[in-house]
């Protein structure tokens, strides 16, 4: 695979301290729809950058909580239970490679998705060693909880065949980041070049992203950092073609049949669980049956 010059520690800080700078508490006001737009395509960019920036002295790989806390001096959770969406991504905060306003979308349509204000850089209270803590655990991405969730985009699950690419691969077909995607209750593959979506609810935030209460809208992070807006691509009874649509990822079944990959999706029928799926966990877990996602 041919591999791409990586972003310098200059450019990417250079990107985080921009970040931090230009984008306010975007969500709280009402900007037009095209500055909105290009806000939330920078948000995801630089989210990206903060992973490339920590897997450049990480041997290439994204942050794992798992992998990091082998003391357990974070949180009590044991393994792969710590790679849930909070946990991953309160590392980059803590490290400065993520700023706190590009944590919510300013698109963002859930009213229990807030910035979280008291996030601790140092010597955090929650944690089980604060004192030896290597992040805030404190910070939530949960937005079914009693308390707000802080965290507005949906990432690749890093568990099984997928989490082969939770890594910085430079690759310019691996969805590694997005706007989050209303559930999808199930998948009809019509050979390998279509898939017709079916939605689990006719109602979700994620449908007002962009102006439509049908239909979904909304940008996609690729490894190699370019970013994708997806016009009304996702829809019910909506179909996904390889021609139009994003990503044009496939997967094989156990019979050998190649199928279309849509991102948001579980496919039930990949035995090696390696088909996109992005969403918000709670949970982790060391194969793909670990993790729960949450849906809005």
Known sequence: ???????????????????????????MSAPREPSRRARDADQLRGIHQGMVLWAQNNSDNYPLPSMLDRADNTVPQLGAAKNTTANIFSILLYNGLLP?????????RNDNIDFDY??????????????????????????????????????LQPSSGRGQRWTNTFASDDVILSNRTPQIASVQHNGDTSATVNF???????????GNAHTWSGHLAYNDNHIVFSDSRLAPGGTITQVSEFPARYYFTSAGQRRLDLWCYDEPDDPAAANDFVGIFTAAGAQAAGFTAIWD
Not at 100 to 106: D, E, G, I, M, Y
Not at 200 to 210: G, I, M, P, Q, V
């Open 100 to 108: 706190l306003p590009s944590t919510v979308s300013p698109v963002e």
């Open 200 to 210: 689990a609810t006719s109602r979700s935030n994620t449908l007002k992203f962009y």
């Open 1 to 27: 695979m041919h591999r791409r010059r990586a972003f310098t520690l200059i450019e990417t800080a250079a990107v985080a301290a921009c970040l931090a700078l230009l984008l306010p508490l975007a969500h």
């Open 118 to 155: 008291n996030y601790h850089y140092t010597a955090p209270p929650d944690a089980v060693n604060p004192a030896l803590a290597l992040w805030d655990p404190s910070f939530s991405a949960d937005f079914t909880a009693d308390q707000p969730g802080s965290f507005s985009y949906a990432h």
